[in-house]
């Protein structure tokens, strides 16, 4: 917006184009470099009246993390400066059937940091039908837990540095 915040300057919209909402925002930044970072989920969690967004359908780059979706995932895009293209765009989150893991955030638990850095706590392995020692969200080999030993949803953190920006301040 201008100074008199009356005036659009620079503006974008993406998703699937459905209609309805694809994902609830979690994070959003602007770099150094000005490339434009946002982070978001698609899921029904609960039951799909509480939020009816889903990860399905949406772009993805050819180095993306985590090509696929089962719909209830965290999806992360980075467009260049003045929103030009899209330099990166991911799914992240647990593998499974629509209903079954719901990946989800409940707010406040997403940051940014200037250098293009992804810091996220997060609701993960949603067990189904009392299931437990549920291990389906993406860890790295010496996470310091492996497995989510409850029987509701975990708390799982990740990181992601894009590699966008390669500003030295």
Same mark, same amino acid.
């Given at each position: 917006?201008?100074?008199?915040?009356?005036?659009?300057?620079?503006? =974008?919209? &993406?998703? *699937?184009?459905?209609?309805?909402?694809?994902?609830?925002?979690?994070?959003?930044?602007?770099?150094?470099? @000005?490339?434009?970072?946002?982070? /978001?989920? /698609?899921?029904? +969690?609960? #039951?799909? =009246?509480?939020? +009816? /967004?889903?990860?399905?359908?949406?772009?993805?780059?050819?180095?993306?993390?985590?090509?696929?979706?089962?719909?209830?995932?965290?999806?992360?895009?980075? &467009?260049?400066? #003045?929103?030009?293209?899209?330099?990166?765009?991911?799914?992240?989150?647990?593998? /499974?059937? %629509?209903? @079954? &893991? #719901?990946?989800? +955030?409940?707010?406040?638990?997403?940051?940014?940091?200037?250098?293009? +850095?992804?810091?996220?706590?997060?609701?993960?392995?949603?067990?189904?039908?009392?299931?437990?020692?549920?291990?389906?969200?993406? *860890?790295?080999?010496?996470?310091?837990?492996?497995?989510?030993?409850?029987?509701?949803?975990?708390?799982?953190?990740?990181?992601?540095?894009?590699?966008?920006?390669?500003? %030295?301040?």
């Amino acid at each position: 917006m201008d100074n008199n915040l009356r005036n659009i300057l620079l503006s =974008t919209v &993406f998703g *699937t184009g459905s209609g309805t909402a694809d994902l609830n925002p979690s994070a959003f930044m602007i770099d150094y470099c @000005e490339n434009v970072y946002f982070s /978001g989920w /698609g899921s029904d +969690v609960a #039951n799909p =009246t509480d939020h +009816v /967004g889903t990860t399905n359908g949406l772009y993805v780059s050819s180095n993306a993390v985590q090509k696929t979706t089962d719909g209830n995932d965290f999806y992360l895009i980075v &467009f260049s400066k #003045n929103l030009q293209n899209i330099a990166y765009a991911t799914f992240f989150g647990s593998p /499974g059937q %629509v209903g @079954e &893991f #719901n990946d989800h +955030v409940d707010g406040g638990t997403s940051r940014f940091d200037p250098r293009g +850095v992804v810091y996220q706590s997060v609701c993960s392995s949603c067990p189904a039908g009392g299931l437990s020692q549920i291990s389906n969200f993406p *860890t790295t080999a010496n996470a310091f837990s492996r497995t989510n030993p409850s029987p509701r949803c975990s708390n799982a953190s990740f990181k992601i540095d894009f590699q966008i920006s390669n500003a %030295v301040i």
